[in-house]
């Protein structure tokens, strides 16, 4: 595996990749990585001869009060979990290389990207669609894939891609990898490692809450009154505050009273302590 923590050197390796005519995968992180991550690298694997991954922790995603400064760093053992994999490239910029003296711009995509997490992390996904694009444009893939744990996510990263014409990758090869779970059924995520021991057992909860919520409005349950009995679960299982509990519109995120044709999301963020914790989980049609 070659590791890139400059531009010029990441440019190389692309570069001789391009050459022996080889197509190239992207899966963005911050590191920390789980068997989630891991999960993206091995989609990435079958679908190109070559796999890029990116780590970076992006200072611009996080609000004031947040936990830039808390964010897990493994470098090393992030490397070794890569290697392990088959992985051709790590890039690993650092902050000056991303965001140099002067660096003035920013992408912010409307619409999508205003409610759930955009409510309650302003300027978030300013920061993600901002380093997403640059990440595009610096390692320039065939095919990008990214977590629908963190669906709102991708759905800004796709609508941007389509806004702006990008062509490395183009907005249909941006891949969506369904969530990887613990055994209780929690969305493994970096973050799951701030919760004590009696939180991580608490926090099963969460998607527990939500599989009863997404059965009953299936059955045809009223949404306003399941969404209510789901917070009232998370406030019973011990989560302190509830972000967002909604369903909505699964291409548009426009927030939903009651089920429509087009597919649906129950999307939630709550808190545990002072961690948060995001899930989300389709809503079928009887
Ligand atoms: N459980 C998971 N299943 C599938 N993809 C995941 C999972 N967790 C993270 N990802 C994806 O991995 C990519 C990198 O995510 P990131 O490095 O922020 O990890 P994370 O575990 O989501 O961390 P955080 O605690 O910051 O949410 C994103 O596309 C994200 O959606
Ligand atoms: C996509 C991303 C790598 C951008 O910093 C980040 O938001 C993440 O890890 O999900
Ligand atoms: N996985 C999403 C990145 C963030 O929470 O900042």
Redesign the pocket.
């Given at each position: 595996m070659q590791t890139a923590t400059e531009l010029d050197v990441l440019r190389t390796t692309v570069a001789a990749f391009r050459e022996a005519g080889e197509s190239l995968a992207l899966?963005?992180?911050?590191?920390?990585?789980?068997?989630?991550?891991l999960?993206?690298v091995r989609g990435a694997r079958v679908r190109a001869d070559r796999v890029a991954v990116s780590i970076f922790v992006n200072p611009t995603q996080f609000g004031p009060n947040e936990d830039l400064d808390a964010?897990p760093r493994q470098m090393e053992e992030d490397a070794r979990l890569l290697e392990a994999e088959g992985v051709d490239l790590l890039w690993a910029p650092g902050v000056a290389q991303m965001y140099p003296e002067g660096f003035a711009t920013t992408i912010s995509v409307a619409g999508v990207s205003e409610g759930f997490c955009g409510a309650s992390r302003p300027g978030h996904f300013d920061g993600v669609a901002t380093v997403v694009c640059k990440l595009f444009n610096q390692v320039r893939p065939d095919v990008a894939?990214?977590?629908?744990?963190?669906w709102q996510?991708?759905a800004v990263i796709r609508r941007m891609a389509r806004d702006l014409d990008l062509t490395a990758p183009q907005a249909d090869a941006i891949v969506g990898?369904?969530?990887?779970?613990e055994a209780d059924g929690l969305?493994?995520?970096?973050?799951?490692r701030y919760l004590s021991p009696e939180q991580r057992k608490a926090a099963a909860a969460l998607p527990r809450a939500m599989r009863e919520a997404t059965e009953r409005i299936e059955a045809g349950g009223d949404v306003g009154a399941t969404l209510q009995a789901l917070e009232q679960a998370l406030a019973e299982a011990g989560f302190s505050s509830v972000d967002y509990a909604d369903i909505a519109d699964a291409a548009s995120l426009a927030r939903l009273d009651r089920l429509g044709e087009a597919p649906a999301r129950l999307l939630v963020a709550a808190r545990i302590g002072s961690t948060r914790l995001?899930d989300n989980m389709a809503i079928d049609k009887a």
């Open positions: 899966v963005p992180t911050m590191g920390a990585l789980h068997e989630g991550h999960t993206l964010y894939l990214f977590g629908e744990k963190d996510q991708l990898v369904p969530t990887v779970r969305a493994m995520s970096s973050r799951n995001i």
